[in-house]
């Protein structure tokens, strides 16, 4: 008889908590709003174009002034990840930056698109409707046999045949046997010959129509395809023409270096150095986020790590913005990469990562993400000195599910 009763109070429970997610779930949903798309879930949203020139904390989600304070305490600046007061294109002129880090490769032949789609981690088809509006250019990885990053590549359409791979030109000749090797029986020619310079303007919309008209049909340009904020790409011949040139003056040409700061601040790695061939795995060099790979194109090389990877989930570090104390802004690469970064936990030294590059106090290094955002101090040694580092999670990062 006491059994019977049991039974019966746990049935009435379960009546009554259903009763009560019923009443509540109209009110859930309605606070809630729309769910979110899939393609929103790994695909950032579009961000407006980011400056040095203002300095606001950027840290984790849950900065809290308490975390203001011990990063003055710790004469750690702050971090320019500020969008300033918006300027009317018309009043702003366009920042041009030669990339003479970087090179182009022409890829051709009929079996050029079967032939990368084999290699990259992104689809290559793509590109198949680039001249109907489609993407103009895509950007990828290239793997080797244990899945790890070789080569990172941005590729656009040059004919119907024919794509042009920008990559980094201290890996020229390393990727040229690469894809070489790989060639085997197929309809494919690898040319290193083309002469192009490879630019970038970070301020897009600061360009005027009419300057863009006169260089539209005479050089190849497009939309970074990586990120609204690192503008756009310009592939402009050796022998530029006589419009090129007269644009230019108004433009304002600086160095490579404001670009690569640029990306340092924003937590974007880009070529040999930020990327060491065979020592990375893309999704920790947060090529999902950069929407460098589709997980539905077929197999490639080096697939299955990546697959696998993103089957289970979980991507416990990733390249990550730092600022470092101690180091001077015309300071570059000072610091030996590969540096390690610590925290203490319980009266223990817990390894949360290594440094990869920087340039002044800003820097990209592979951090366990939970453990660099929640430490409380980080320090990196190198060469028997300690640097304070402080960890930051871009905002272009997509939010957890």
């Not at 710790?74 to 702003?92: G, L, S, T």
């Not at 993407?135 to 042009?164: E, H, W």
């Not at 433009?251 to 404001?258: K, L, M, V, W, Y």
Request: glycine share 6%.
């Amino acid at each position: 008889m006491n059994l019977v009763l049991r039974k019966l109070m746990v049935y009435c429970q379960k009546i009554v908590h259903s009763a009560n997610v019923r009443q509540s779930l109209p009110k859930y949903l309605s606070s809630a709003g729309k769910p979110q798309s899939e393609s929103a879930k790994y695909h950032p949203k579009p961000r407006s174009f980011c400056t040095f020139s203002r300095t606001v904390i950027h840290a984790s989600p849950k900065f809290s002034p308490h975390d203001a304070k011990r990063s003055h305490a710790c004469k750690i600046p702050a971090r320019r990840f500020a969008v300033d007061a918006p300027v009317e294109a018309e009043n702003r002129r366009a920042h041009f930056m030669r990339l003479g880090s970087r090179s182009l490769l022409l890829v051709s032949g009929k079996d050029s698109a079967a032939y990368l789609q084999g290699l990259i981690t992104n689809d290559i088809h793509l590109l198949d409707a680039s001249d109907e509006g489609g993407p103009q250019s895509i950007y990828a990885m290239l793997l080797n046999t244990q899945g790890r990053v070789v080569y990172d590549v941005i590729i656009c359409k040059f004919d119907s045949d024919a794509y042009l791979i920008e990559h980094d030109t201290a890996l020229q000749q390393n990727l040229l046997r690469h894809l070489k090797m790989y060639k085997l029986r197929k309809d494919v020619n690898v040319d290193a010959g083309v002469k192009f310079d490879v630019y970038v303007c970070l301020e897009d919309d600061a360009i005027d129509a009419e300057t863009m008209s006169k260089i539209s049909h005479e050089i190849i340009h497009f939309p970074d395809p990586r990120l609204n904020i690192l503008g756009r790409r310009f592939y402009v011949r050796n022998s530029s023409s006589e419009n090129w040139a007269e644009s230019r003056k108004n433009f304002i040409t600086t160095d490579e270096g404001r670009y690569r700061k640029f990306r340092y601040i924003n937590g974007i790695a880009e070529g040999k150095t930020d990327l060491p061939p065979g020592e990375c795995f893309p999704l920790e060099s947060n090529l999902d986020y950069l929407s460098g790979v589709h997980f539905h194109k077929g197999c490639y090389l080096g697939q299955e790590l990546t697959a696998r990877t993103q089957h289970t989930g979980v991507v416990r570090k990733r390249i990550m913005p730092i600022v470092i104390d101690g180091v001077e802004e015309n300071q570059s690469d000072v610091l030996a990469p590969g540096s390690g970064i610590a925290t203490e936990h319980n009266g223990k030294v817990v390894s949360v990562g290594k440094l990869r590059a920087h340039i002044g106090s800003d820097g990209l290094a592979v951090l366990r993400i939970s453990e660099a955002l929640a430490a409380h101090k980080l320090d990196m040694t190198c060469d028997g000195q300690v640097h304070e580092v402080r960890a930051l999670k871009p905002d272009w990062w997509p939010e957890p599910d």
